[in-house]
């Protein structure tokens, strides 16, 4: 366990350009896949867990019968590698959210390498843009990246290493905000800025811990500091619209999982994923081009679009690749987990844990996929663990 958290803030090692890609990004793979192994052996895997799983080999059986005449060997080692990479996040959360005993030692060291990671490529950030043995590829869009593999998710797992060490060592919530709010503008992520704000709007709002005063409070300083960040990342967002490819392709695959669910409710599973992103892609970029006012850049999506370009597609959006991957029932069990979660923390009267789960819960529902984030999710599930004060 305590080698998971010093080996989580490695998100995207040279080893991913072996066979397993993408799933082998992350270093926290390999203490991972023990901690599920051992699980198994003791027969402690969660329930929820379980039950999640047995639905996503449902779903995929369910997708390989409707795309069978797709049938080829690309297709199935790249449902293989995503069925990998979706359920080690998920059980990161899951082993985590149930844990007890959790080091706390070394729970605020990998928390704290990733803090020093923010720092170093503040003032070093040419050491991080080029390949080297903690990035195979150089940096596509000079953002600073830290140990992970782009801004997004090094905002997320930035924001929520701070958010835990403000929740262990009891600091100030205003301060956590400020914290991260600063790490978000340092990292240049849009989607960290709109996390941060989301939580404490919803912290404020739902924590039963928070009184009157406090509450009036951490209004005015929410209202005042979206005053400045909003403008902020709004330029950023502007920025994206005119230069890359981000705000298009997220925007594109969000329409995907709406066709998605209107299709075929029950999901394509990881082996009809691809299939289906290929087929209902162009529709949804048609649909984007007549409902959106302004002109954006497909060229990244398009790609996807290909029959035969299976590799490095995703929805960038931990809830859209769950809509696509296992569907209605999928999402469920999902927001299941998330409501009686933060049904418990609100009760905790902890307003940092509640920023922590909120900041998580927003970036895996609108900007990041999931993909080798175990810190994250491992924090989430942290946030959520009944037995962590």
């Known amino acids: 366990m305590a080698l998971f958290f010093l080996m989580s803030p490695f998100e995207d090692l040279p080893f991913q350009t072996g066979p397993l890609g993408y799933a082998a990004a992350n270093l926290a793979i390999i203490p991972l896949i023990a901690l599920a192994l051992t699980s198994i052996c003791r027969n402690r895997l969660p329930l929820e867990f379980v039950v999640l799983l047995s639905w996503g080999v449902a779903a995929s059986l369910i997708g390989f019968f409707l795309y069978y005449e797709l049938a080829t060997k690309t297709l199935v080692v790249q449902a293989l590698k995503a069925f990998i990479l979706y359920f080690m996040c998920v059980f990161a959360f899951f082993y985590f959210r149930f844990a007890r005993n959790v080091p706390q030692f070394a729970l605020l060291a990998g928390a704290g390498i990733v803090v020093a990671a923010v720092i170093a490529n503040t003032l070093w950030p040419d050491a991080f843009s080029s390949s080297s043995w903690m990035h195979p590829f150089d940096n596509r869009n000079a953002r ?3 140990l992970s593999q782009e801004s997004s998710n090094f905002g997320l797992i930035a924001g929520c290493a701070v958010l835990l060490i403000c929740w262990k060592k009891k600091v100030r919530p205003g301060i956590s905000i400020a914290l991260v709010a600063v790490v978000a503008l340092a990292i240049e992520s849009k989607g960290t800025i709109f996390a941060i704000f989301g939580a404490t709007i919803f912290t404020v709002l739902l924590s039963r811990g928070v009184g009157s005063a406090k509450r009036f409070i951490l209004v005015f300083v929410a209202l005042a500091g979206a005053s400045i960040l909003l403008p902020l ?44 992103v290929v087929q209902a892609g162009p529709e949804a970029v048609l649909l984007m081009r007549e409902l959106l006012p302004m002109t954006l850049d497909y060229s990244e999506v398009n790609s996807y679009f290909y029959h035969g ?7 960038k959006s931990f809830l859209l690749d769950t809509t696509i991957f296992l569907g209605l029932p999928g999402i469920y069990l999902i927001l299941k987990q998330g409501l009686s979660g933060f049904a418990y923390v609100s009760t905790a009267a902890d307003m940092n844990r509640m920023l922590l789960a909120g900041f998580a819960v927003i970036g895996f529902m609108f900007y990041v996929s999931g993909v080798g984030a175990y810190f994250a999710a491992a924090s989430l599930g942290l946030a959520f663990n009944r037995y962590e004060q």
């Open 309 to 315: 370009a299976y590799e490095n597609v995703g929805a």
């Open 144 to 146: 600073p990246r830290g």
């Open 233 to 276: 990342a709004s330029a950023l967002l502007l920025s994206d619209i005119e230069n890359y490819t981000s705000v298009a392709t997220r925007a594109t695959m969000s329409t995907v999982a709406a066709l998605s669910v209107a299709q075929w409710p029950l999901g394509h599973g990881f082996y009809g994923y691809l299939p289906f």
